[in-house]
C-alpha cells in the first residue's frame, strides 16, 4: 500500500510514472494529498491481498486494472508486510509477481524477529494485530517468496543500529 505517500513522494520525481495502489481510501486521499503536484502518479483503491477474496484484475469495485498485470519494471512493498500475517504476505508476495514486468524486481520488507529491535518490539506486543506488528524470519520471507514465484537478489547483510529499519526489519 502507498500509504499516505511519504515513500511515495520521494520516488515519484524519479520515475516515469508512479502507480499508488491502496487498502485504505483514507490512506489513498493522504497519498494524493502527498502528491498533489506529481502529474505521472496514478492512484488505484483496491481489495488487496490480505484476504483470500481477493478481488484479482478486472473491472470489478476495488479489483487491480488489467493494464496493470506484468506491467511494472519496478515495485515497492515498504512498511507494509509488517502488518500482514504470513498467508496474507503470501498473497501479496504472488500479486507483486504478477504485478512485474519480465526482468523486473521489487523491493519488500518486513519485520524480522531475528534483528534486535525486531526482538524488542514483538517482546513489547501483546499479540499480533493488523496495528502492530507480524513477525517472522529472513528464513520465513525467503520460503514465502520463493514459493509466490520470487527470487532474493539482494539483502541487508545484518542489523544495523545506526537505522531503525535496518535494525528491525528484514530488507
Same mark, same amino acid.
Given at each position: 500500500?502507498?500509504?499516505?505517500? %511519504?515513500?511515495?513522494?520521494?520516488?515519484?520525481? $524519479?520515475?516515469?510514472?508512479?502507480?499508488?495502489?491502496?487498502?485504505?481510501?483514507?490512506m489513498?486521499a493522504?497519498?494524493?494529498?502527498? /502528491?498533489? *503536484?506529481?502529474?505521472? +502518479?496514478?492512484? =488505484?483503491?483496491? =481489495?488487496g491481498?490480505?484476504?483470500?477474496?481477493?478481488?484479482?484484475?478486472?473491472?470489478? !469495485? $476495488?479489483?487491480?486494472?488489467?493494464?496493470?498485470?506484468?506491467?511494472?519494471?519496478?515495485?515497492?512493498?515498504?512498511?507494509?508486510?509488517?502488518?500482514?500475517d504470513?498467508?496474507?504476505?503470501?498473497?501479496?508476495?504472488?500479486?507483486?509477481?504478477? /504485478?512485474?514486468? !519480465? *526482468? *523486473?524486481? +521489487?523491493?519488500?520488507?518486513?519485520? #524480522?524477529?531475528? +534483528?534486535?529491535?525486531?526482538? +524488542? %518490539?514483538?517482546?513489547?506486543?501483546?499479540?499480533?494485530?493488523?496495528?502492530?506488528?507480524?513477525?517472522?524470519?529472513?528464513?520465513?520471507?525467503h520460503?514465502?517468496?520463493? #514459493?509466490?514465484? /520470487?527470487?532474493?537478489? %539482494?539483502?541487508?547483510?545484518?542489523?544495523?543500529?545506526?537505522?531503525?529499519?535496518?535494525?528491525?526489519?528484514? /530488507?
Open positions: 500500500g502507498s500509504g499516505g505517500g %511519504r515513500v511515495a513522494s520521494v520516488v515519484a520525481p $524519479r520515475v516515469a510514472s508512479l502507480a499508488c495502489f491502496d487498502v485504505s481510501a483514507k489513498l493522504a497519498a494524493k494529498k502527498a /502528491l498533489a *503536484g506529481a502529474a505521472n +502518479a496514478s492512484f =488505484h483503491h483496491v =481489495h491481498d490480505a484476504d483470500p477474496a481477493d478481488a484479482g484484475y478486472g473491472t470489478a !469495485p $476495488r479489483a487491480y486494472p488489467p493494464a496493470c498485470a506484468a506491467a511494472y519494471d519496478f515495485v515497492y512493498c515498504f512498511d507494509v508486510m509488517v502488518h500482514l504470513a498467508h496474507a504476505m503470501y498473497r501479496c508476495f504472488k500479486r507483486i509477481r504478477s /504485478l512485474l514486468a !519480465p *526482468g *523486473g524486481r +521489487a523491493f519488500v520488507s518486513t519485520a #524480522n524477529l531475528l +534483528a534486535p529491535d525486531g526482538f +524488542a %518490539r514483538f517482546e513489547a506486543q501483546a499479540k499480533y494485530s493488523v496495528g502492530g506488528f507480524f513477525f517472522v524470519t529472513p528464513e520465513t520471507s520460503c514465502l517468496l520463493r #514459493n509466490a514465484g /520470487l527470487a532474493v537478489v %539482494r539483502e541487508l547483510a545484518a542489523p544495523d543500529a545506526s537505522n531503525t529499519y535496518y535494525n528491525r526489519d528484514y /530488507l
